[in-house]
Nanobody, 120 residues
C-alpha cells in the first residue's frame, strides 16, 4: 500500500513554469507506476500522463505533450510533474495516483490534490 501527497501548486502567471511533487510513503514505491491527472472547475477529471515504476517509460496525452514532463526519484519516494508555458486552461486541481500496472488509467491509490491557478 502507498500513501500519496501532492505539493507545489499555487497561483502563477501564464507563461510560467511549475513543478508539482508527489510524495509517497509506504513500501516499494518503485513497484508502482505513477499517473498524473487534473480536474478543472466544472469538468471531469482528465488523465495527463504516467511514468513506469523504474522511470524508464513515460506516456503523455496529446493535449499536454511537449509542455508536461513526468519524472521520479525512487530513492526519495518522489514523483514530479513539470509544467512549462502554463496557460489559463491549465488551471485545475492536479492529482497523482499509483498503480501496480503501468498501462492503465485505473489507479488504486490517490493523493488529495494540489491546486494550480494560472492567471492571464
Amino acid at each position: 500500500q502507498v500513501q500519496l501527497v501532492e505539493s507545489g501548486g499555487g497561483l502563477v502567471q501564464a507563461g510560467d513554469s511549475l513543478r508539482l511533487s508527489c510524495t509517497a510513503s509506504g513500501r516499494a514505491f518503485g513497484a508502482y507506476a505513477v499517473g498524473w491527472f487534473r480536474q478543472a472547475p466544472g469538468k471531469e477529471r482528465e488523465f495527463v500522463g504516467r511514468i513506469s515504476g523504474l522511470g524508464f517509460a513515460t506516456y503523455y496525452e496529446n493535449s499536454v505533450k511537449g509542455r508536461f514532463t513526468i519524472s521520479r526519484d525512487n530513492a526519495k519516494n518522489l514523483a514530479y510533474l513539470q509544467i512549462n508555458s502554463l496557460e489559463p486552461e491549465d488551471t485545475a486541481v492536479y492529482y497523482c495516483a499509483a498503480s501496480l500496472r503501468y498501462e492503465t488509467k485505473d489507479y488504486d491509490y490517490w493523493g488529495q490534490g494540489t491546486q494550480v491557478t494560472v492567471s492571464s
